[in-house]
Structures are given as structure tokens and as C-alpha cells.
């Protein structure tokens, strides 16, 4: 079984997209900088100038490494392990077949049973639903080469 990847985000950016988003996060940190220089002595008694640095601070370092394709959400489904990114902040988490207990497939969710009592969710979206199916299949055969237990599930509202 090779490596599958699917994209987890609603939609690519083209090349000149992720440039400008690249610029953008700089020019933000760089404002951050220069409004924290020039009102540093203010920073004392204003709570909001500090908001506004942080908030700059944290956008720039977002639409940098979106600009870097750092912030793409997906879910990689190899031979023994399977990597999900689910957070465009957050590494990916990396679910080992030895460690994953079992999987119950529900059709807009996945759960991951894992042996040390934790569990991990992946949730699709439901405005593009192309991408579901494929991953339930991978899942699946995942699931058949390392003898894990699965269960489908059907949510009835």
C-alpha cells in the first residue's frame, strides 16, 4: 500500500496567491515592530496597543507560513502510520497502526480509538464533500493490511 494524501482545505492557492500572502505576513511583523518602537512608552498603560501588536504579530506569522504551504490541512494515509493535520497552526499528529485501538467511520467523521484511552477526531466539511469518500476508502484498506477493528456508522438526526 503506498502513501495517499489528501488535501483536508476548501480550496489551493495558486503561486502569486501564496507571494502575496508571503509579503503581507512580513509587512505585518514588520508594522508590529514599528508601532512597538515608536509607542514604547506607552505600552505601559495601554492594554489596547499591546492587542494590536499581538494581533499583528500572530496574522503575519499565519499568512507567512500559509504563504510557505505550512498551513495546509491534510490527512496522509501510509503503510503503518497514518499523518493528519487538522489545524493550520498545530503539527500533524502521526496515529501509528500499533497504537490506533480501533475506527469508527460516520458519514461527515472519523474516530480514532487509540490504546492509551485517547481519541482523535477528524471532521469533514460538508460545502466540498469530494474528498470523503477516497479518505474512507484509504481508511478502510489501512484498516484491512493492519487488522484493525472498524465500524461504519450511520447518524440518524
Given at each position: 500500500m503506498?502513501?495517499?494524501?489528501y488535501?483536508?482545505?476548501?480550496?489551493?492557492s495558486n503561486?502569486?496567491?501564496?507571494?502575496?500572502?508571503l509579503?503581507?505576513?512580513?509587512?505585518?511583523?514588520m508594522v508590529a515592530?514599528?508601532?512597538?518602537?515608536?509607542?514604547?512608552?506607552a505600552?505601559k498603560?495601554s492594554?489596547?496597543?499591546?492587542?494590536t501588536?499581538i494581533f499583528l504579530i500572530?496574522?503575519?506569522?499565519?499568512q507567512i507560513i500559509?504563504g510557505?504551504?505550512?498551513?495546509?490541512?491534510?490527512?496522509?494515509?501510509?503503510?503503518?502510520?497514518?499523518?493528519?493535520?487538522r489545524?493550520?497552526?498545530l503539527?500533524p499528529?502521526?496515529?501509528?497502526?500499533?497504537?490506533?485501538?480501533?475506527?469508527?467511520?460516520?458519514?461527515?467523521?472519523?474516530v480514532?480509538?487509540?490504546?492509551?484511552?485517547?481519541t482523535?477526531?477528524?471532521?469533514?466539511g460538508?460545502?466540498?464533500?469530494?474528498?470523503?469518500?477516497?479518505?474512507?476508502d484509504s481508511?478502510?484498506?489501512?484498516?484491512?493490511?493492519?487488522?484493525?477493528?472498524?465500524?461504519?456508522?450511520i447518524?440518524?438526526?
Amino acid at each position: 500500500m503506498e502513501s495517499n494524501y489528501y488535501p483536508l482545505d476548501v480550496n489551493k492557492s495558486n503561486k502569486l496567491t501564496r507571494i502575496f500572502q508571503l509579503i503581507f505576513g512580513i509587512i505585518c511583523i514588520m508594522v508590529a515592530i514599528i508601532w512597538l518602537i515608536l509607542n514604547f512608552n506607552a505600552l505601559k498603560s495601554s492594554v489596547t496597543l499591546w492587542i494590536t501588536i499581538i494581533f499583528l504579530i500572530v496574522f503575519g506569522y499565519y499568512q507567512i507560513i500559509s504563504g510557505l504551504g505550512k498551513a495546509e490541512k491534510f490527512i496522509e494515509i501510509g503503510q503503518d502510520r497514518i499523518r493528519l493535520k487538522r489545524n493550520s497552526f498545530l503539527p500533524p499528529t502521526v496515529l501509528k497502526a500499533d497504537e490506533i485501538e480501533k475506527i469508527e467511520i460516520f458519514p461527515l467523521n472519523i474516530v480514532f480509538f487509540m490504546k492509551q484511552n485517547r481519541t482523535t477526531i477528524l471532521r469533514f466539511g460538508t460545502t466540498y464533500t469530494d474528498n470523503i469518500e477516497p479518505v474512507k476508502d484509504s481508511i478502510l484498506s489501512f484498516a484491512a493490511v493492519n487488522t484493525l477493528s472498524i465500524e461504519e456508522k450511520i447518524e440518524e438526526f
